[in-house]
């Protein structure tokens, strides 16, 4: 037994998942209102991919919790999907706000704020890899 199923492997593995789905329940939220006071200061596309390395951090943190066997490379790969589709699905519900407005730049900003939490994550396992000597399949398992 690993340290990821050791510790992962009690009944409470799915609470994991709980940022993760209140991010996106915040986010869906704001999709429906006006333009955040926010954008005021801040360019939207930075907001999004923001918003964005966040929601790929804990999409990877849930599907950790989630799947704890999965490989390393899979998680990355699920994590992605799963905050991509949601960007394209926060930018769908746009559609039908009057107060908003879907954009493709919109959705460009998701996906690279996505990868670049996945690519921070990985940077991550790699540091962590080389300060203590255990191998990245390790340190996640």
Known sequence: MNFRTSVLSSRFRFFLSLPMLLQMAVMLAMASEGRPAMTL???DAALHVIAYIILGVLAWIAWLGIAPETPPRRLYLYSAVTAILFGALDESTQLFSPARTAQLDDWIADIAGTLISLILIAAGRR?????????????SS
């Not at 890899?129 to 340190?139: E, K, L, N």
């Open 127 to 139: 540091i962590i890899h080389h300060w203590t000597g255990r191998t990245a399949r390790r340190i």
């Open 41 to 43: 200061l801040f360019p």
